[in-house]
């Protein structure tokens, strides 16, 4: 029985694709192995300066450490509402989309198309064609080049994946500072105002002994001087703690004076315990945000060069479409004619004038960067630890010294104001010990709070303020830092 002429037709063209497909697997196989550029690995110490640990579970809400109910509810309500972060979630997403576009291409397209036409010649009758098809396409990714641009994509989206975790770091880290701040501007201004107090009764005290004859004007205008230069210093703290209040609300997306009254009681300046901020492994350094999409920007510079790696090979297409062709709608399910066709290609570049071998330089190059980055982003990353802690011990030192100055100062300016008011002593002795007590209570109040921005400086260092989804962490678990070779 002899075989139509249109299904010998197809066979033909099933087996050119097939010897097509043939063609392009013996070239894939002869292609050359890529020199790729390494970057030296970064040898981390084995622990901080300090001895102790933490564990990423503590380090992912570190705000609560500090028993503030108002610091975790303003850290809580930024995370949510601040404009940036929403910026950062919005261009994941993005990233997030292109990567399932590129996803998808690997897959073979399918298009339903029809249509109707009719047409008359001269005094002829009109007549009518309707067609309906399906259009089949795929490009076979022998050499990688699509899988490559895959991964490009899926390293961009992991990159920006970390970027949002990073945005969500310094955010947290960036309004416990400036509630800190705000604790401690508070406490000046308490500060200055009781010593204020103090002030105005030794003006009154003075100005009475004046009256009696047993001081002289002189000492009467040295405590003015000193109750109004005290005075002088509230307006500008007042000024302060509003600018504290402003920076705090628009943090957690609200409008400037949003806060003013919930922040408007003064409250201690909050102190995270000492025993779990002495020191964290250095294994909690890939917690940082900022090294893992070093490490995604690595991934996605190093499928690049593979993408203009594969533009030097061969690409291989396979196209076909299926339809029916009838006079009427109705012919279209009954009696229909059967149109197919099938269309396989190959596509070698043979002159481009040197082209692809500059782009496969440039992805190299942009490669050797991404590494660079990384190192200097890890190098940067176990200063800032050592720099925080460096920073604690000194402020811890400085502040037991400062509460002790401070004590003696207090006990100083109250008998200095007894012994004056009994004519012991004159009354420089007095402005002289009231004028230490306010400087060292600003400096205990100073250094406090550089101690509780100490802490959250160390927190933000070790990348606190995040949690990575517990399934992609254990699915991307990195290697240790000192021992990975991108």
């Known amino acids: 029985m002899a075989l139509p002429h249109s299904f010998l037709h197809r066979l033909r063209l099933q087996n050119c694709a097939a010897a097509c497909l043939m063609t392009v697997a013996a070239l894939s196989s002869q292609a050359a192995t890529m020199d790729l550029p390494h970057a030296a690995p970064v040898a981390l110490p084995s622990q901080w300066s300090q001895a102790g640990s933490t564990t990423p579970d503590s380090l992912a809400s570190w705000w609560e450490l500090f028993n ?83 991964n490009a994509s899926e390293g961009d989206a992991q990159a920006q994946e ?26 000046q201004l308490t500060i200055a105002q009781t010593n204020l107090t103090s002030q105005q009764e030794t003006l009154q005290l003075t100005d009475w002994r004046a009256q009696a004859g047993v001081t002289t004007s002189l000492e009467v205008a040295q405590a003015r001087t000193a109750v109004e230069q005290t005075r002088a210093e509230i307006p500008t703290l007042q000024a302060s703690i509003a600018a504290s209040q402003h920076s705090l609300a628009v943090l957690t997306g609200q409008a400037p004076t949003a806060l003013v009254s919930a922040l408007g009681t003064a409250a201690p300046i909050p102190r ?155 009354f420089q002795t007095v402005l002289t010990t009231q004028r230490t007590l306010l400087s060292a209570q600003n400096s205990v109040a100073n250094t406090t709070t550089d101690l509780g921005t100490g802490y959250v400086r160390l927190y933000k260092a070790l990348g606190g303020g995040w949690q990575p989804d517990a399934a992609a962490a254990e699915a991307a678990t990195p290697a240790p830092l000192s021992a990975r070779q991108p």
């Open 68 to 150: 503030d109910p108002q610091l975790s509810a303003l850290v809580t309500q930024a995370l949510q509402a601040n404009p940036s972060l929403r910026k950062a979630t919005a261009a994941l997403q993005q990233a997030r989309a292109l990567r399932d576009a590129k996803q998808g291409a690997l897959l073979p397209g399918l298009n339903a198309s029809s249509s109707g036409q009719r047409s008359q010649t001269n005094e002829q009758a009109a007549t009518n064609v309707f067609k309906a098809g399906l259009d089949a396409s795929w490009e076979p990714d022998l050499f990688g080049a699509q899988r490559a641009t895959l």
């Open 162 to 187: 970390a970027t949002l975790a990073d945005a969500q770091v310094s955010l947290a880290a960036e309004v416990a500072l400036a509630y800190l701040q705000l604790r401690g501007q508070q406490s």
């Open 272 to 426: 995270a315990p000492e025993q779990l901020a002495m020191a964290f492994p250095a294994d909690t350094l890939r917690q940082r945000p900022d090294v893992r999409a070093e490490e995604a920007r690595i991934a996605a510079a190093l499928a690049r060069v593979q993408v203009a790696e594969a533009a030097r090979y061969p690409t291989f297409s396979i196209g076909g479409s299926l339809g029916l062709s009838a006079v009427t709608l109705a012919g279209l399910t009954n009696g229909a004619s059967v149109l197919s066709s099938l269309l396989a290609s190959v596509s070698l570049p043979v002159f481009d004038g040197g082209a692809n071998a500059a782009t496969l330089r440039a992805q190299k190059a942009a490669l050797v960067q991404a590494q660079a980055s990384y190192q200097s982003t890890v190098l940067t990353a176990l200063q800032e630890v050592e720099d925080a802690l460096a920073a604690l011990r000194g402020h811890r030192a400085r502040l037991q010294h400062l509460q002790s100055a401070a004590t003696a100062a207090e006990l100083a300016a109250l008998l200095a104001q007894q012994r004056y008011a009994s004519g012991l002593i004159d």
